[in-house]
């Protein structure tokens, strides 16, 4: 098992809350995107 960067996922939280409030995407679309940050991170390993 590999170990979470808390930084990061701290990071991945703030970035889920500034596209709902900021950004006003829809929770279809914000979704989409941080399945596809965990699409990557996977990727990376």
């Not at 701290?10 to 995407?25: F, P, T």
């Not at 679309?29 to 990376?44: V, W």
């Amino acid at each position: 098992m590999t170990n979470h960067n808390a930084g990061n996922e701290r990071l991945k939280h703030r970035y889920r809350i500034w596209l709902a409030d900021s950004g006003g995407y829809s929770p279809d679309t914000i979704d989409y995107a941080l399945t596809a940050i965990h699409t990557f991170e996977t990727f990376n390993r």
